[in-house]
């Protein structure tokens, strides 16, 4: 065992040695064509130029541009204007790896180009779609690509009053009634938007399906992902989610207003 260890002592030594010795001053400067004992800065300046000259190639200059534009990613707050410059960097990648033959490097970036194209797009459409929204379209289908599907029967409750609120949902088929209201949902309508925006996160009212669909859902956390990748998608939803509540307080203003005239109508009665 202490033979062992002293072998294992000796081969970090040496390893150790032979890194401190490829790091020396002077050696590189030797690899870099320098005299270690005669070095000026001028003299290192000229060898530097030398060097990068030697190396301009119109492949290395696509290189470069590329990781610039790789780095600016690294800076950038918002999603849309991070994907253009993926888009961009990946494409003089694509170009330096097509002149200079490296094969990896062409693969790897060419596969990354249509990814970043494809969620530009996404996002692109998602904006326009929501611009769309504060327009009159509230259908909220727009947000198909980013939520799931699931089926329910007649009698199954989607949630439940005071239930912790996790998630939104777009009719598809089917019909769906508030019971505390009475009012039926169609298809194509939006149901648990508000859990997404008060401070304790539960249900307004109850939900229950009663005729066989299909609704979309999304995730709390995947609408706060969309909103802070997308400032301006989130003012659009705030002012679609605004619609939507005054559409419900219309709706219970009308039965409310139902409701007083059926009384005045019964207390005529009552007085004849």
């Known amino acids: 065992m202490e033979s062992s260890s002293a072998d294992s002592s000796t081969i970090l030594d040496r390893i150790l040695d032979a890194a401190a010795d490829n790091l020396r001053i002077a050696k590189i400067l030797v690899q870099m064509g320098l005299d270690p004992n005669n070095i000026t800065y001028d003299a290192l300046f000229n ?7 030697a190396n301009i190639t119109l492949a290395n200059m696509f290189a470069l541009v590329g990781a610039i534009f790789l780095v600016a990613t690294l800076l950038m707050h918002t ?57 009159g379209d509230t259908s909220l289908e727009w947000l198909k690509p980013f939520m799931t599907e699931r089926k329910y029967r007649s009698g199954d409750k989607l949630f439940k009053k005071d239930d912790a609120a996790t998630e939104m949902f777009l009719t598809v088929t089917g019909k769906f009634l508030v019971t505390e209201i009475s ?13 997404f925006l008060t401070p304790n996160k539960r249900r ?29 998608f989130g003012y659009y939803f705030l002012v679609l989610t605004s619609q939507r509540l005054l559409e419900n307080i219309s709706r219970l203003e009308g039965i409310i207003a139902q409701e007083k005239a059926a009384r005045q109508t019964l207390a005529t009665d009552d007085i004849a």
């Open 47 to 53: 060898r530097l130029l030398e060097i990068v000259l």
């Open 79 to 135: 999603m849309v204007p991070l994907r253009v410059a993926n888009i961009a960097g990946c494409t003089f990648f694509v170009a330096f790896g097509a002149l200079s033959g490296n094969v990896g490097t062409f693969i790897l970036y060419l596969l990354l180009l249509p990814i970043n194209a494809i969620r530009l797009r996404q996002m692109l459409n998602l904006i326009k779609r929501a611009r769309i929204a504060t327009e």
């Open 183 to 195: 009012v039926e949902i169609p298809p194509g309508r939006l149901m648990g938007e508000l859990g």
């Open 204 to 232: 307004t009212a109850t939900v229950e399906c009663i005729e066989d669909g299909q609704v979309l859902t999304i995730t709390y956390e995947r609408l706060l992902e969309i909103y802070f990748q997308n400032p301006q």
